[in-house]
């Protein structure tokens, strides 16, 4: 069920001699994934949508350990639901869920600059007072 615009690992793009997902764990560590949410990332990239019983058997990672994992995934932008029977997870591509993350780590430094901001023109405002 893969479509041509997905990136998976067995088609990892080369970018002047340097495997653009060669370092995946790290990469995605750095954008909040553990190391079994790599793992289950990596895997649904690499080998499609699968259901939590299929990774669980693959990864070897306890069935309950798996649904935690994935929810926590669909949380995090990166995997999606496919309702079939049984139901199946799937992989957001690697773009989307680079693009979802860094407008979400974008918002998180608005919301800090103006937090400063307004820290700042409080304490001039409470400086002014103090010295008036």
């Given at each position: 069920?893969?479509?041509?615009?997905?990136?998976?690992?067995?088609?990892?793009?080369?970018?002047?001699?340097?495997?653009?997902?060669?370092?995946?764990?790290?990469?995605?560590?750095?954008?909040?994934?553990?190391?079994?949410?790599?793992?289950?990332?990596?895997?649904?990239?690499?080998?499609?949508?699968?259901?939590?019983?299929?990774l669980s058997t693959?990864?070897?990672?306890?069935?309950?350990?798996?649904?935690?994992?994935?929810?926590?995934?669909?949380?995090?932008?990166?995997?999606?639901?496919?309702?079939?029977?049984?139901?199946?997870?799937?992989?957001?591509?690697?773009?989307?869920?680079?693009?979802?993350?860094?407008?979400?780590?974008?918002?998180?430094?608005?919301?800090?600059?103006?937090?400063?901001?307004?820290?700042?023109?409080?304490?001039?405002?409470?400086?002014?007072?103090?010295?008036?």
């Amino acid at each position: 069920m893969k479509t041509k615009d997905q990136i998976y690992l067995d088609e990892e793009p080369i970018v002047n001699g340097f495997r653009i997902l060669e370092n995946s764990f790290t990469l995605l560590s750095k954008f909040g994934l553990s190391p079994n949410q790599s793992k289950v990332y990596l895997s649904l990239s690499k080998d499609g949508p699968r259901t939590a019983s299929q990774l669980s058997t693959s990864l070897d990672i306890p069935r309950t350990e798996m649904y935690h994992l994935l929810k926590t995934l669909r949380q995090k932008g990166c995997v999606e639901t496919i309702n079939e029977k049984p139901m199946k997870f799937g992989p957001i591509t690697i773009e989307n869920f680079l693009e979802k993350t860094i407008d979400i780590e974008k918002s998180k430094i608005k919301n800090l600059e103006g937090i400063l901001f307004t820290l700042k023109k409080f304490k001039a405002a409470s400086y002014i007072s103090d010295n008036a």
